[in-house]
């Protein structure tokens, strides 16, 4: 049973481009959360989804981000326009259907932006 | 003031040491995780706990609920043990089981 996938694991870009994140839960699992580290800083919730929905963006930024988590496939983070303040670590974490269970962690994507 | 707090922020000790990190958190919660970050930035769930005790190899974590407080030991420390370990809090609201995290105790063992 594969663990809990990201990628890419580096990402560079430039002001202004867009970046997409992705993460593969393990298998069996329906719950996706996302959470970010920016450098010297800990870690921060960012926003928690199920298959085809968001139950919690409220610590995802109002503007340029956005998270989906469709039918098939991984669920992506998407920054739009990035700027250098968002350069960090961004890992998604799953959990079963049933809740109350242990998160289990990603590698991580560390975003550099110059 | 954070709603998860950790002490030491920094522990160096020598290999074979007895380690306690502290962790004291100001909310209501439905569990508490201890996690540990390697320097390569890898995140590795070690313990969830809700009451009582756990113990795996040589970690131990323990919490009380009435005074919202829990720790992590380490027993017979070895390098390899040298990592960011991290608590975190999570509060079920209808699944959500989102974590709120401690700003991280870096370990250093010398051998």
């Known amino acids: 049973n594969a663990g809990v996938m990201q990628n890419p694991r580096h990402l560079v870009r430039r002001r202004g481009q867009e970046a997409r994140l992705r993460c593969s839960p393990m298998?069996?699992?329906?719950?996706v959360y996302w959470y970010r580290q920016l450098p010297e800083e800990g870690l921060k919730f960012m926003v928690y989804?199920?298959?085809?929905?968001?139950?919690?963006e409220s610590g995802m930024p109002k503007e340029r981000f956005s998270a989906e988590f469709p039918k098939e496939g991984p669920s992506i983070l998407r920054i739009q326009q990035v700027v250098r303040g968002d350069s960090a670590a961004y890992f998604c974490?799953?959990?079963?259907?049933?809740?109350?269970?242990?998160?289990?962690f990603g590698p991580g994507t560390r975003l550099l932006v110059l | 003031k954070n709603e998860v707090e950790q002490s030491p922020q920094n522990l160096t000790a020598q290999e074979g040491e007895f380690i306690t990190i502290n962790c004291s958190y100001s909310?209501?919660?439905?569990?508490l995780h201890w996690l540990q970050q390697h320097p390569g930035g890898g995140i590795v769930s070690l313990f969830m706990?809700?009451?009582g005790k756990k113990k795996h190899g040589r970690l131990i974590a323990t919490i009380n609920i009435q005074e919202k407080h829990s720790s992590l030991h380490i027993t017979a420390s070895h390098p390899r043990d040298s990592a960011v370990y991290i608590c975190?809090?999570?509060?079920?609201?209808?699944?959500?089981?989102?974590?709120?995290f401690g700003t991280g105790t870096r370990l250093t063992i010398i051998p």
């Open positions: 974490a799953s959990s079963p259907q049933q809740g109350g269970e242990t998160q289990y």
């Open positions: 298998k069996g699992h329906s719950h």
């Open positions: 989804l199920q298959k085809e929905n968001i139950i919690d």
């Open positions: 909310v209501g919660i439905s569990a």
């Open positions: 706990l809700s009451s």
């Open positions: 975190a809090v999570s509060r079920a609201n209808f699944g959500n089981e989102k974590l709120t």
